[in-house]
């Protein structure tokens, strides 16, 4: 841990002195063709579930991971504080408003957003979007979603792991001029560069507030590609003071990129092998 917090990635990969605040070390037994170190992180260090079985009936005797404790829900006015410094962002968004954004910018948006993950964006990349993506905010969210009565609400609207989507970014912002990307953990540099030359921007949102987020959100308006699930559906929400931190700018600046090279040069001393 000593070592990890060395590193300088610090919290959600924005830099600082915190970057692991776990480490769980364990002899398992592991087939020979397995990795023998795993590493979870973020929500993936929750997403697990084990049991423990009667080996005599194959019935469940306990299960694993589980707090038994009732979840504590937010009390009304908690979450991310106002303070009147951040960049108030109505959709859609012009070049203009983009070109005046820079890494470490806190933003708010109201207005008009989109989500879209693996299935969306690879159906955008053969197919007419379903909706005017011009000026648009694009999210990287699979939310969570409940139909009572005909309509439907957003329970939970958290950010997804955005890397997954690189193959298609650029593309996606340069065709249909999409002007802001969520999502967390930053992108790379094909989608940098669509940003600099097309105008958009990519903003980081905040890992583990999915309930948080979805009290951002007023109301779906819409939802296209339900076919490929809820959870990959493009739904089309109205937001307001939806907060976000732009950690990739239209100037060709990154966060995450310069944290990994910060973080890669530690590294690589610590890794040199000591005689």
Known sequence: MTAANTLGIGTMG????????????????????????????????????????????????????????????????????????????????????????????????????????DAVHAYLMKHDPPADLNGSVLYHCGPVVMKNNGSY????????????????????????????????????????????????????AIGGAAQYYARCIERVLDVSLLDFGMPEAMWHLEVKNFPAIVTMDSHGNSLHADVEKASAALLEKLAAPVF
């Open 153 to 204: 609400e957003i329970t939970a609207a958290g950010p997804t792991t955005s890397i997954r989507e690189e193959p298609y970014q650029a593309d996606i912002i340069k065709r249909y001029g999409v002007r802001a990307v969520i999502g967390k953990g930053g992108m790379g540099k094909r989608t940098l560069e669509a940003m600099r030359e097309a105008g958009a921007v990519y903003l980081n």
């Open 14 to 117: 924005f830099g600082g002195e915190v970057t692991l605040i776990g480490c769980k070390i364990g002899a398992l037994n592991r087939l020979p063709a397995s990795f023998f170190v795993s590493v979870a992180y973020d929500c993936w260090a929750f997403r697990r579930l084990g049991v423990v079985l009667d080996a005599q009936t194959g019935s469940i005797k306990r299960w694993l991971y589980r707090d038994e404790r009732p979840p504590v829900k937010m009390a009304p006015g908690e979450g991310f504080k106002l303070t009147g410094s951040e960049k108030r962002l109505k959709a859609p968004i012009s070049e203009q408003q983009i070109r005046e954004l820079n890494v470490g910018d806190v933003v708010v948006i109201s207005g008009e957003m989109y989500t879209g993950r």
